[in-house]
């Protein structure tokens, strides 16, 4: 239904003439039938109104994972980039908050992390941890540590040396990934499509440049830009969260081998 030439996305990068490419995409796709331009994806995510618990038992798995999932935004998204870029000083890498306090310091943990997914027309992003195989597997300290990073990072925000940090490390991968001929056409087909003009690429890193630290105080207390059609709190909910985790912990004994998604 959907891989039809008309929802398609044909990029050519390199050496090569106009004409040359009109004769290539010919040759090797113009056998293909041409049908109706499928209509798009007319679904729509709810609303989170409350937060929502999950507990998956692993059989086979030796140590418990920790995560939170949260509703994101789309790449196109005038906040999509300072959200990354919170998300980046809160778990992305050895140096963030979450690694050098739950792994580093405290040694609970074995990894901790938070990562985003900015699709077409929505996203989601995530925050957790891996325990520590030496531990004593109890995750309800790991979370409660998530809870004082998040509530601390939408209280306070973030300093202009963590924001540079992470600023540069998304400069240079953007640079060092387009230096080859199939990865900037990768990139400018991607950009065409969630975005629907890839010239929005030639001004990625001039937009990158211009997020402040009050942008990324901003999502995360949840004050994101886009209009009131397009409200999400993205790092509310937490507290409404732990209180729920407090609430049963006296009903429920959580296993010590599995995964609690939140």
């Not at 992390?113 to 004593?136: H, P």
């Amino acid at each position: 239904t959907y891989y039809v030439p008309a929802n398609a996305t044909l990029v050519v990068s390199g050496a090569v003439s106009h004409e040359e490419a009109r004769a290539a995409a010919e040759k090797y796709f113009g056998w293909i039938p041409k049908l109706p331009k499928p209509e798009g994806v007319s679904v729509v995510e709810p609303a989170q109104t409350e937060p929502r618990e999950v507990v998956i038992k692993e059989k086979l798995g030796r140590v418990p994972l920790a995560r939170y999932a949260y509703r994101g935004v789309k790449a196109a998204h005038p906040d999509a980039i300072p959200l990354y870029l919170m998300i980046q000083i809160l778990g992305g890498d050895e140096s963030s908050r979450l690694n050098q306090d739950l792994v580093k310091t405290r040694q609970i943990c074995q990894e901790a992390y938070a990562f985003m997914w900015d699709l077409e027309q929505d996203g989601m992003f995530f925050v957790g941890a891996e325990m520590a195989q030496d531990g004593d597997m109890d995750t309800e300290p790991v979370f409660a540590a998530m809870d004082e990073h998040i509530a601390r990072l939408a209280a306070e925000g973030v300093t202009q040396r963590e924001l540079d940090k992470v600023r540069n490390q998304l400069l240079r991968s953007t640079v060092t990934g387009q230096l080859k001929v199939y990865d900037k056409a990768n990139a400018i087909g991607q950009t065409a499509i969630d975005f629907g003009d890839p010239e929005w690429l030639n001004d990625k890193l001039e937009v990158i440049h211009a997020v402040t630290v009050d942008d990324i105080r901003r999502v995360a207390a949840g004050e994101q830009d886009g209009g009131p059609g397009d409200r999400r709190r993205w790092l509310g909910g937490v507290a409404a969260s732990a209180a729920g985790r407090r609430q049963r912990g006296a009903e429920q004994q959580r296993r010590h081998t599995g995964a609690a998604l939140r």
